[in-house]
């Protein structure tokens, strides 16, 4: 069983457009959210990450919005640009555990020039 | 930096072969994990480990064994390798139990399996 639901599989923006890719879960005892960004012939890399207590994080052009109650989270890339290609997933994590990730199916974004 | 090393990016095998994919991490990191990523399933935890020989399964552990001997040194091994094991094969290493702390990755071994 999927612990994390990543949508959408696949999505094309032009260039300055602004993609979202949507992520939901139901263990509510996850308490870490870090999204990857994986490039071809490489290994995911931390993006950003998000806690249950705080609405919304944003570094640089990335944005995580969380919805607690609705136990959805999401990435916006604003002002996307052709670098950003790439297949990103999102995760979840209970701290007590020892790191033990669950990782979404992964969204492949391409950015068209 | 850490740096996560898989010492083979690609490797073909028969089926039946028994297989090692070796993976060092430079950081002195406590946690290393296998993941399998497949087209459409994301990443699948294989096996886990928080310290020298102990280890705990994931998510899919069967058909798979690991090998913590040293801190830095996490084995997977693939006792008779099928060809349901051909995969994009990812180690990862994470700084300590229970602080959330983010996985660092290694940059993949895609084995076939023949």
């Known amino acids: 069983q999927q612990q994390v639901k990543q949508s959408p599989q696949s999505l094309i923006v032009q260039k300055g457009g602004i993609p979202i890719i949507n992520c939901a879960y139901e263990?509510?005892?996850?308490?870490?959210f870090p999204w990857y960004q994986q490039f071809p012939g490489k290994g995911p890399a931390l993006l950003i990450a998000?806690?249950?207590?705080?609405s919304e994080k944003k570094e640089g052009r990335f944005t995580i919005s969380f919805n607690k109650s609705a136990k959805q989270f999401s990435l916006h890339i604003m002002d996307s640009q052709p670098g950003d290609s790439a297949t990103y997933f999102c995760?979840?994590?209970?701290?007590?555990?020892?790191?033990?990730?669950?990782f979404g199916t992964g969204t492949s974004l391409t950015v068209i020039p | 930096d850490v740096k996560v090393t898989q010492s083979s990016r690609y490797l073909v095998k028969r089926t039946g072969e028994k297989v090692f994919l070796e993976c060092v991490q430079d950081?002195?990191?406590?946690?290393m994990f296998w993941y399998r990523q497949d087209p459409g399933l994301g990443l699948r935890l294989i096996y886990f480990?928080?310290?020298?020989?102990?280890?705990e399964k994931g998510d899919i552990p069967e058909g798979y064994s690991v090998s913590r001997e040293k801190k830095e040194r996490f084995s997977l091994i693939l006792e008779s390798a099928s060809t349901n094991q051909t995969s994009m094969y990812l180690c990862?290493?994470?700084?300590?139990?229970?602080?959330?702390?983010?996985?660092?990755f290694g940059n993949g071994t895609r084995l076939t399996v023949t």
């Open positions: 263990n509510t005892a996850f308490d870490y």
């Open positions: 998000i806690r249950p207590d705080v």
């Open positions: 480990s928080y310290d020298v020989k102990m280890k």
């Open positions: 950081m002195d990191h406590e946690n």
């Open positions: 990862a290493s994470s700084p300590m139990k229970g602080s959330n702390s983010p996985l660092h």
């Open positions: 995760a979840a994590s209970i701290g007590n555990t020892g790191n033990q990730f669950y």
